[in-house]
């Protein structure tokens, strides 16, 4: 079974009390993937949401059949998978590789949900961390696109 201090580690929750940590801690399974093993596809119904131990993976669109890039990476401590946490029926927006070795915890989205709605002041908490997260993620991915943007020749000529 894992403890708090395995879970705290996990930045979405860090911030939940050990009473709120009671409930999810049995719902947690701990998975392992090898490197280059593909979490989810995009498209894929979203059923669980996951939790990174150690490893590290990347988010990846495909363009193509023969074509896909990564479009941000999930390091220890961070969640992905947010999806399943929205409701029934929906689908993973990306697909999900290791790049390395990972341990991962997962929790089937319709557990996380039900104790969310269960508990308000844990969702109040989860979503807080969640909005963080995501916060953070789309900061990071505006910066880059500005990058893109600024070093491109066509506009270089212009600034």
Not at 9 to 34: A, G
């Amino acid at each position: 079974m894992l403890s708090y201090e395995d879970v705290r580690d996990i930045i979405i929750f860090s911030n939940l009390t050990d009473e709120m940590l009671d409930k999810v801690i049995p719902h947690l399974d701990i998975l392992q993937y090898e490197e280059e093993d593909i979490i989810f596809q995009e498209g894929d119904p979203a059923d669980r949401m996951f939790f990174l131990k150690r490893g590290k993976i990347l988010l990846e669109k495909r363009i193509s059949d023969k074509i896909s890039f990564a479009i941000g990476a999930v390091k220890p401590g961070f969640s992905f998978g947010w999806s399943a946490v929205m409701g029934e029926g929906m689908a993973y927006s990306s697909m999900t590789v290791c790049a390395e070795p990972c341990q991962v915890y997962s929790i089937r989205a319709e557990k996380i949900r039900n104790l969310l709605n269960s508990d308000h002041e844990m969702a109040f908490h989860f979503h807080k961390r969640l909005m963080w997260i995501i916060k953070n993620r789309l900061d990071h991915r505006t910066s880059q696109f500005v990058t893109v943007l600024r070093n491109h020749p066509d506009i270089e000529s212009l600034i």
